[in-house]
């Protein structure tokens, strides 16, 4: 069993940051790519940004230059730094572990609310 835990969303005005953490726990095995994402109310689940073990990054083009994913592999742990908030980032975001064979987990969610 994996278990996944999100924590640092909360409401901040437009052009304001946060910072989420999702800390991995349990039969994590050996985690190969941790990532983010996200669901608007009304809309499909959507990537935010992920992370390889090796540190390689990707990000949606609505978020580049405003996210910063990271992670310490020693602690299980990423974090996405979301700053120049905008209220289309609005939403439920969810961290992602996928295990180098292949099993993926998903964390609970942590809402995030940007008001204009």
């Known amino acids: 069993q994996v278990q996944l835990v999100e924590s640092g969303g909360g409401l901040v005005q437009a052009g304001g940051s946060l910072r989420l953490s999702c800390v991995a726990s349990g039969n994590i095995f050996s985690i190969n790519v941790m990532g983010w994402y996200r669901q608007a109310a009304g809309k499909q689940r959507e990537l935010v940004a992920t992370?390889?073990?090796?540190?390689?990054?990707t990000y949606a083009d609505s978020v580049k230059g405003r996210f910063t994913i990271s992670r310490d592999n020693a602690k299980n742990t990423m974090v996405l730094q979301m700053n120049s908030l905008k209220p289309e980032d609005t939403a439920v975001y969810y961290c992602?572990?996928?295990?180098?064979?292949?099993?993926?987990?998903w964390g609970q969610g942590t809402q995030v609310t940007v008001s204009s």
């Open positions: 992370i390889t073990r090796g540190g390689s990054t």
């Open positions: 992602k572990l996928r295990r180098i064979d292949g099993y993926e987990y």
